[in-house]
């Protein structure tokens, strides 16, 4: 089993910037696909960013290309989410999953198989 974390959640302004970070334990997640979804209030879980096994090859939503930057560490057993310029609908809760199927970047929610219990992000105008 996999156990994901994430940390780094908070309150901004727009025009802010964040760190998320996902920490996994239970066994090594280096050969897996790491991805970051999100959830506003009253919407479905949307993707935002995967990063393959090596971390060589990104995937990045439109809405967060250019603002946001995924990367991992496979020494350590984590993964990050950059953001920056951040916007009020940037808001919600914020997932990181891992895919022990797949090692490129899915940008779809059944291709993982392990998730995070979620970090909020709350951006004000």
């Known amino acids: 089993q996999v156990q994901l974390v994430e940390s780094g959640g908070g309150l901004v302004q727009a025009g802010d910037s964040l760190t998320l970070d996902c920490a996994a334990s239970?066994?090594?997640?280096?050969?897996?696909?790491m991805g970051w979804f999100r959830q506003a209030p009253g919407k479905e879980r949307e993707f935002v960013a995967a990063i393959n096994w090596t971390g060589g090859t990104t995937s990045y939503a439109d809405s967060v290309k250019d603002r946001f930057t995924v990367s991992r560490e496979n020494a350590k057993n984590t993964g990050s989410l950059h953001m920056n310029s951040l916007k009020p609908e940037d808001t919600g809760v914020y997932y990181c999953a891992v895919s022990s199927t797949i090692r490129t970047t899915p940008r779809v929610r059944w291709a993982y198989d392990y998730w995070g219990q979620g970090t909020q992000v709350t951006v004000s105008s």
């Open positions: 239970g066994r090594t997640v280096s050969n897996y696909a």
